[in-house]
């Protein structure tokens, strides 16, 4: 019954593949979000989506492209990783737009390793 | 980030109150928010706070807001073991949460 679950929860890869992180959240809500925490525990979004449809897409490298194929999941595809990708990225999802008091719900986070 | 501050690292004796510093720049956000990282998971929201009020108390933590001074604090009252976690402050705009570069708290016995 876990709320917002993440795949894979580890993830070490070589510079320049190509790597999918996938997101689920079984709480109804509509909107999904990715953040990306650095080695500094700084967290900074990434992308929201609301109901399938792309809301907040901040300065991130076209390498990044999310894809939601419906409102329950949010999945992230990383074109030609970088050192600078190896991170810690996290799912939420609200109920609403986010924000203005809408909880977001967090999942557990992917770890990812660029080497 | 650069828009919300904390101090990064605070240690307290078991027992004790611990007090997390915040300030944030953005006057226009409604919201403004506590959340918690233990190590090795994700981040569970503690309790937040509307913009229009001053204080909330909810059990051991106490939130305290000076809008004027764009000054948020978190008071959590008799710090246990299971409260070592990184705690961080999240203002809300445009529909995104800021989050500042979170406060490492460590209990000692």
């Known amino acids: 019954d876990t709320a917002v679950s993440q795949t894979p929860k580890y993830l070490v890869t070589q510079m320049g593949n190509d790597k999918s992180i996938k997101c689920e959240q079984n709480l109804g809500h509509d909107t999904m979000y990715w953040y990306k925490q650095d080695s500094k525990k700084f967290l900074k979004i990434m992308f929201s989506y609301n109901n399938k449809e792309l809301i907040i897409n901040e300065t991130v490298p076209n390498r990044f492209s999310p894809k939601s194929p419906d409102k329950a999941h949010l999945n992230l595809h990383i074109n030609s990783l970088e050192l600078g990708d190896s991170a810690v990225y996290f799912c939420?999802?609200?109920?609403?737009?986010?924000?203005?008091?809408?909880?977001?719900?967090f999942g557990p986070g992917t770890r990812l390793l660029v080497l | 980030g650069e828009d919300v501050e904390q101090s990064l690292f605070l240690s307290v004796r078991e027992g004790d109150s611990s007090v997390i510093n915040c300030t944030y720049t953005?006057?226009?956000?409604?919201?403004l928010y506590w959340y918690k990282q233990e190590p090795g998971a994700g981040l569970q929201l503690l309790t937040y706070?509307?913009?229009?009020?001053d204080m909330k108390q909810d059990q051991r933590l106490t939130v305290l807001l000076n809008k004027k001074d764009k000054h948020l604090s978190l008071r959590i009252a008799d710090t246990q073991t299971g409260d070592s976690a990184i705690y961080f402050c999240a203002e809300s705009n445009d529909y995104k949460l800021s989050f500042g570069a979170g406060t490492t708290v460590t209990v000692r016995a």
């Open positions: 706070i509307f913009s229009n009020m």
């Open positions: 939420a999802s609200s109920q609403g737009t986010g924000g203005t008091g809408e909880t977001q719900y």
């Open positions: 953005d006057s226009s956000s409604t919201y």
